[in-house]
């Protein structure tokens, strides 16, 4: 059964995040936009505690900013390369920022945040190869690569690793992906029974940044959009974290069944009852068993 602060969090956060259905396409397209003209697109830190202490901050140019956040005073055994999530449209998170680093002070390792082009402005082709290489520079140093994402970030992460494959670069040597969005087509049956119980996200709006990011209906299946579609197999190991409350679950669950099919190394924890990326959500027990599973999945 999820904890109280669990249950309080999944009344909380959506309302917070002002969740709710979608009143019209073009109206949200034009709220995100007018949201986008004014974003201030700097690092957010203040969820990390003494983080200017803690770390120091490169900004990398790989055709947009990518955040290299190595730790002061301590040598680092690998890179963390993290993918945020946020529907495609939204930015970097304080919440993404404190995660990223935890794990890697846990793991000895140096946190990359690419800040990848948002939707509706932009496409999954506007920032993917740019993504793809810079990841693959970070998997050819000391350690290698882990590539990490929540919801829409882990998606692109599967997604990015798939395309290292097929392109013969330097593998990651972890995936983990937390409430990974791996099907924008929602093939999946179940996706509309669940939204009945989600909380937090919603199908009308997740079909509408689904069509933002594909750019065109053609390109929804698209191994670079729909990762859980692909051929998995020859992938890095592989965790996934998500819960029954989740709209992005039947995803989940598809690429479990697809990655047996495959042959593929992949650890799925399904967790009932549980929302959208219970994982990185502050304060509740839930979140700290998924930290040590993930920590002790990484050493």
């Known amino acids: 059964m999820p904890s109280l602060r669990h249950a309080l969090l999944a009344t909380v956060i959506p309302r917070l995040r002002k969740a709710g259905d979608l009143d019209s396409e073009p109206a949200e397209r034009a709220r995100v936009e007018a ?4 974003l201030d697109r700097r690092l957010p830190t203040r969820a990390t505690p003494r983080f200017a202490k803690n770390w120091e901050v490169a900004v990398a140019d790989i055709g947009f900013p990518s955040h290299v956040l190595t730790p002061r005073g301590r040598r680092v055994h690998r890179t963390l390369y993290y993918v945020h999530g946020g529907a495609f449209m939204a930015p970097i998170d304080a919440v993404h920022v404190r995660y990223a680093t935890r794990l890697a002070e846990a793991v000895g390792a140096r946190v990359v945040m690419p800040d990848y082009p948002l939707a509706p402005e932009h496409t999954w082709a506007d920032s993917h190869d740019a993504l793809v290489a810079d990841a693959a520079r970070w998997a050819d140093q000391e350690g290698g690569v882990v590539l990490a994402g929540d919801s829409a970030g882990g998606g692109l992460a599967l997604a990015m690793a798939l395309s290292m494959r097929d392109r013969g670069l330097t593998p990651a040597t972890h995936l983990v992906l937390h409430a990974p969005w791996v099907d924008l087509t929602s093939s999946t049956p179940e996706t509309r029974e669940v939204d009945a119980v989600d909380p ?9 940044y689904a069509g933002w ?16 579609l692909a051929d998995l197999a020859g992938l890095p190991k592989a965790l996934v974290l998500y819960g029954t409350r989740d709209l992005l679950a039947p ?19 399904e967790e009932p009852d549980l929302i959208h990326v219970y994982g990185l959500l502050p304060l509740i027990p839930e979140a700290r068993r998924a930290f040590t599973q993930v920590v002790d999945f990484l050493r």
Do not use: I, M, Q
């Open 35 to 38: 949201d986008h003209r004014t």
């Open 200 to 208: 937090w996200l919603f199908y009308s709006k997740l079909e509408a």
């Open 213 to 228: 990011w594909a750019g065109t209906p053609d390109d929804l299946g698209r191994p670079e959009v729909s990762p859980a």
């Open 251 to 269: 995803g989940c669950r598809l690429l479990a069944r697809r990655a047996v099919e495959a042959g593929w190394d992949l650890t799925s924890v």
